[in-house]
């Protein structure tokens, strides 16, 4: 018999009134609180824990929710309800009814008191490179299975910490160092360090008189240098596939090439010089740009004027500007032609590949000095949203609103870590707050014109290139003339040749000097393509070393003063 809509009406009020929509989460007094930080829940389907599940690009993953917490005490609840903003989905209250698995984080925040007079408070990098899953000291919870939604309060407790990371072992050939930063430690209001992994050259301990040049490969934080193994692959490896490259055995092949890469680097035919990966993690990022910033402080010229030169005296670099050369793959690629634009007489070649946006014409698929909203296509009538990861096929993958909307989950004041975020943190000036300004609302999508124009005159590097190329006092045109080369994909998966377009058209029809160097397309070849036209992209990216260095090599030859190289064991 069916019962009556009322009946039902009355059912349906009681079973909402069993259920809950908030989460209570507290942490034990062991930790020893109070602590600053963002508190992150996270609910996701299937197996593994959900905080590793967290994807802009991914079909289906973690749902994420967050709120700031200020001197947050042991024992005392923080409770995160349906008015907390989520992704992707906006509320605790709109999530499908299901079987979920619960858990939650804290990324602790410390308190700066900067040079500038600003009280920030930041997530320290802990030796980890910048990353609130697994950073040192970070608390968080066992998942839990829960059936959504709860029919009694859900109670949350963060039992677990990261632990420290283990520092890595030098070897024949790798050496790790770690100095602190007059002018870094002057803005941040505490000591700050730079480091690098160190790569030698074959025969550097046997010629104690011998000097190298610097091949600085730039890019995100590594422990040591990534890619060279001086033992052989391990033969009972089993194979596991690269849905990114779409191969099989991906894992193998990454040891086989690191294998290679020593084999090629003590070969007699090799050229003989010092590797770098700069090591400058900071409280926005897991690295720093590698340029002078309001938020970051002097990083630009912490790196050229103090690691670098600390570098060369310590293993016996040429020390020359026309010695020191940059490469790199993504932010690498676009540290690699700041630095080199920025600082024009001390370096002598740029070799970028797949390089961050250089002209924010194209900030991805984001014109910031025509349109209104970075989110949105500017119209009256219809709402379509910008794209913001394509595979090779174009298929859109996530949108740039989403990509916003999950950092905003992850942190406020530009503190998630992600990829908008340190942008932001690096190109925009200073707020009232200390905090970086946004470029647009965060929520909304909302474009600043006043900051894009901050943004175009200190940090659009095709605008800087126009601007100073004929400069009578800047001579840039002079000072880079074949120092500049660019490598895309024309099917990067984050649009970025698109900027890559606009470069090449300032350089190959307007530069007078001629700017002497090359832009190369790889045909339907996605991130981090590199500039072989050879190899699959999922290989070409596991040589950067063997692509790049010769030609840095031949540039020295060509340029250096008579009779300077004869330190150089060649």
């Not at 050229?304 to 932010?331: A, D, N, Q, V």
Request: charged fraction near 20%; glycine fraction near 8%; charge should be neutral.
């Amino acid at each position: 018999m069916m019962r009556p809509l009322a009946t039902l009406f009355v059912a349906a009020l009681m079973a909402a009134a069993q259920t809950t929509t908030a989460v209570s989460v507290s942490y034990p007094a062991q930790h020893k609180g109070p602590f600053d930080g963002r508190l992150l829940l996270f609910l996701s389907q299937g197996e593994g824990e959900p905080r590793e599940k967290v994807a802009d690009d991914a079909a289906n993953p973690a749902l994420a929710f967050g709120i700031d917490v200020n001197a947050w005490r042991a024992g005392t609840p923080a409770v995160i309800d349906a008015k907390v903003f989520g992704w992707p989905i906006r509320s605790l209250a709109a999530i499908p009814a299901g079987t979920y698995q619960v858990q939650a984080l804290l990324h602790k925040y410390e308190t700066f008191a900067l040079a500038t007079g600003h009280t920030v408070k930041l997530p320290m990098d802990r030796g980890e490179g910048q990353q609130w899953r697994s950073a040192p000291g970070n608390l968080f919870s066992k998942p839990v299975t829960v059936r959504w939604p709860p029919k009694s309060p859900l109670r949350l407790e963060l039992t677990e910490v990261n632990p420290p990371v283990k520092p890595v072992a030098d070897t024949q050939y790798i050496r790790h160092i770690r100095m602190r930063s007059e002018r870094l430690s002057k803005f941040w209001g505490r000591d700050m360090y730079l480091g690098a992994a160190v790569l030698l050259p074959h025969g550097w301990q046997e010629n104690p008189q011998a000097r190298y040049p610097l091949m600085i490969y730039h890019g995100h934080f590594a422990p040591t240098i990534g890619g060279f193994r001086e033992t052989p692959p391990d033969p009972n490896l089993k194979p596991v596939y690269s849905a990114r490259f779409r191969m099989e055995g991906y894992n193998i092949v990454q040891q086989d090439l690191s294998w290679q890469l020593y084999q090629d680097w003590i070969s007699p035919s090799f050229p003989r010089a010092i590797v770098i990966e700069i090591q400058h993690a900071n409280p926005y990022y897991d690295d720093s740009y590698a340029v002078n910033s309001a938020n970051l402080g002097p990083y630009g010229d912490a790196i050229t004027h103090e690691l670098i030169p600390y570098i060369e005296k310590t293993f016996r670099g040429l020390g020359t500007p026309w010695s020191r050369f940059m490469y790199g793959g993504s932010t690498g690629g676009w540290e690699a032609l700041a630095v080199q634009v920025l600082y024009p007489d001390d370096y002598n070649g740029a070799y970028g590949a797949c390089p961050d946006p250089v002209d924010f014409r194209a900030y991805t698929t984001v014109n910031l000095y025509e349109h209104g909203n970075a989110y949105y296509v500017d119209s009256t009538v219809r709402q379509l949203r910008r794209p913001g990861k394509r595979n090779y096929l174009g298929e859109v993958q996530t949108t740039v609103e989403d990509m916003n909307h999950l950092e905003l989950v992850l942190g406020t004041h530009s503190r998630s870590g992600g990829q908008f975020d340190i942008w932001e943190a690096v190109y925009s000036p200073m707020g009232a707050d200390g905090y970086p300004k946004p470029i647009f609302n965060k929520l909304t999508g909302a474009i600043d014109p006043a900051v894009a124009a901050h943004w175009r005159e200190n940090f659009d590097l095709v605008h800087i290139l126009k601007r100073d190329w004929n400069d009578p006092a800047k001579q840039l045109g002079r000072k880079l003339a074949g120092k500049l080369n660019l490598y895309c994909g024309d099917m990067d998966n984050y649009y970025l040749n698109n900027a890559v377009y606009l470069a090449e058209e300032f350089l190959n029809t307007t530069t007078t000097p001629h700017y002497g160097g090359e832009v190369t397309y790889g045909e339907r070849a996605e991130h981090c393509w590199n500039g072989d036209p050879t190899r699959p992209n999922g290989i070409s990216r596991l040589r950067y070393h063997q692509m790049y260095i010769p030609k840095a090599i031949e540039r020295m030859k060509a340029t250096a003063p008579p009779g300077a190289l004869a330190a150089w064991p060649h």
